[in-house]
């Protein structure tokens, strides 16, 4: 009789003990402001989402890496990035869109260096990605000349101040916070994004393999993403004295920046990803052609696998109070 209730015990205490709590969703971002509402939403503590875990990288080639290796499982990334990953076989959705580059990111050179012309034969520095090219690529179009005019130096964006200001470059492809730390000190702007605009978009990802409960945190972080934009909006200078400290910008000079970036909602995001001609793809025509073109992808994508609106409504009925 014993022996038959210690059974019974152990079948009901069972199930409650093979229940492992899931490890929090790593979402990783890049230093760059377009990411300031996650940024702000963690530091803030209104996430509110202990399955989240928000963690700064040094640079979109280090993110990718991560998010490549497994290490991340949803990442902060400029589509046409994502775009490459997937190429790459990384099997990725699109769950959000975040931002748009609207000045942001520019071709930076010294002060020798005014025009486009005057970069022909110069040392460049970039990322190895698919923004700098991006970028480069439409700068040479503009002006009138070919890569070969140009001697380019890859390098991770945190070491772009360093080699324009000691002179092992004439001119970088970077982006804030560091634009507007070089521009502030004399350097010339030569190129921006907002000569192409509606292009560099920025999105966020997760890996297909993500178990369904996990993916869950997703809505948790993209109603995290809302309440940061919405206390950048409400509260911006509160928010700018935040996100200041240790970024060499007065606070001016980071509402400045601000200037360079349109930040897109949840209710952008479910607009964007859904429908039978989503408008993130009807959007991104230009942006994919110039890719394959320039033999940065090899083919259209495929949206229907790509995009994935589920969750930024189901972050939408949340916020709105719905069940």
């Not at 970077?174 to 000569?195: C, H, I, K, Q, V």
């Amino acid at each position: 009789m014993r022996l038959i209730l210690m059974s019974m015990l152990l079948t009901l205490l069972l199930p409650g003990c093979s229940e492992v709590p899931e490890p929090p969703l790593r979402l990783g971002i890049s230093a760059w402001l377009g990411n300031d509402p996650f940024i702000l939403a963690r530091d803030l503590d209104i996430l509110k989402a202990p399955t989240v875990r928000v963690v700064e990288l040094s640079s979109i080639a280090e993110t990718k890496r991560n998010l490549r290796n497994g290490e991340l499982e949803a990442a902060a990334l400029t589509l046409d990035e994502a775009l490459r990953l997937v190429e790459e076989g990384v099997a990725l959705q699109i769950v959000g869109v975040l931002s748009l580059s609207d000045g942001a990111d520019a071709i930076v050179a010294g002060s020798s260096i005014r025009t486009l012309q005057d970069l022909r034969g110069k040392r460049l520095a970039l990322e190895d990605g698919a923004v700098g090219m991006l970028l480069m690529r439409r700068m040479l179009m503009v002006g009138g000349y070919s890569l070969s005019d140009l001697h380019l130096q890859y390098m991770e964006a945190p070491l772009h101040e360093q080699v324009l200001r000691s002179g092992q470059v004439d001119a970088v492809i970077t982006y804030e916070p560091m634009r507007s730390r070089l521009l502030a000190d004399g350097y010339n702007e030569l190129f921006s994004s907002g000569w192409m605009p509606g292009e560099l978009v920025d999105v966020l990802v997760v890996r297909n393999d993500l178990s369904p409960r996990r993916r869950q945190s997703l809505v948790d972080l993209l109603v995290g993403w809302e309440r940061g934009l919405e206390y950048l909006n409400k509260h911006t200078d509160e928010a700018v004295e935040l996100l200041v400290r240790g970024s060499e910008l007065t606070q001016q000079e980071y509402l400045t920046a601000f200037n360079g970036i349109y930040f897109h909602n949840i209710r952008d995001s479910v607009s964007l990803l859904q429908g039978a001609e989503p408008g993130l793809a009807q959007g991104s025509r230009l942006l994919v052609n110039i890719l394959i073109e320039q033999q940065m992808l090899a083919e259209m994508p495929d949206w229907s696998l790509l995009l994935n609106a589920q969750y930024a409504r189901q972050a939408q009925l949340r916020r709105e109070g719905q069940p």
